[in-house]
């Protein structure tokens, strides 16, 4: 059953969401050779204590940390380490999750330390414009897999793969709610969407194959090829307006209509 919220929930949301974007708009001051994933997310912990959210993600299943970030060719869940050392040239995921007055908001950004190659560049890039596509199907009327489908249609022409094992999800009161979000398939099929859903849409593309693995720790999701993968995700909420990306700036909100 997907959650139909109001506007008040939404408003929590977009709360949450608006604190996150500023802490992730700031930590890429962060991202320079020398500095672990462990200080990342201890930085990113204190940060979040600062603005009053809470982390949707430590304690979740065991998990010990407040962010997953992943390095290269870890295309999700990348457990932050003491002894993984930023190096120039990498590529970084960093996927936080948390909540404001009990309502939550997801969003990962891809970073590069220093200067990035070409070509993996351009996988970055079309990793947020195929978050872009997603976005702009998520709309009053069409079917769920409209937004599936020009995710994939907008990686695939550019000669990427999108990642089938792991997909974005509803969120809300929970992390993690109906429906399941994968980045492929055919338009026009799944649930009519309403207004008032709230979707985490994320896709994970790589530059390979879209093989996956999950490492003996039982959370970091490798690709099969080692080649590098890249993951970013937003928070939206669907309004007869049109989708409104709750893990932005508050002024980008209420220039997008959150009535």
């Known amino acids: 059953m997907i959650h139909i919220k109001d506007k008040f929930s939404i408003q929590k949301m977009a709360q949450a969401g608006s604190l996150l974007s500023d802490i992730l708009v700031r930590v890429e001051d962060l991202i320079k050779p020398g500095v672990s994933t462990a200080e990342i997310d201890a930085w990113i912990e204190s ?47 960093i996927d936080v999750c948390a909540s404001w007055n009990g309502y939550c908001a997801d969003m990962a950004r891809s970073f590069f330390v220093g200067q990035s190659s070409e070509q993996a560049q351009k996988l970055v890039d079309v990793a947020y414009q195929a978050l872009k596509k997603g976005i702009d199907q998520a709309r009053v009327g ?51 969407l309403k207004e008032g859903m709230t979707f985490a849409i994320e896709p994970m593309i790589t530059a390979g194959k879209y093989n996956v693995y999950v490492a003996n720790d039982g959370w970091t999701v490798k690709t099969v090829d080692r080649s590098l993968a890249a993951h970013v995700e937003d928070t939206i909420a669907i309004t007869n307006a049109g989708p409104v990306i709750l893990t932005s700036s508050s002024e980008q909100q209420n220039n997008a209509s959150l009535s």
Request: hydrophobic content about 35%; proline content about 4%.
């Open 142 to 192: 069409n079917r769920l897999s409209d937004i599936s489908s020009a995710i994939q249609q907008e990686v695939e022409k550019h000669g990427f793969s999108v990642v089938r094992d792991f997909a974005g999800h509803g969120i809300g009161r929970n992390m993690h709610e109906a429906p399941e979000i994968v980045n492929y398939g055919k338009p026009g099929k799944g649930p009519v």
């Open 47 to 93: 940060q979040l204590q600062k603005k009053g959210l809470i982390s949707s993600v430590k304690g979740y299943m065991g998990y010990r940390h407040v962010s997953c970030i992943s390095v290269n060719d870890v295309v999700v869940h990348g457990v932050p380490q003491a002894d993984c050392i930023l190096q120039l040239g990498d590529l970084v995921k």
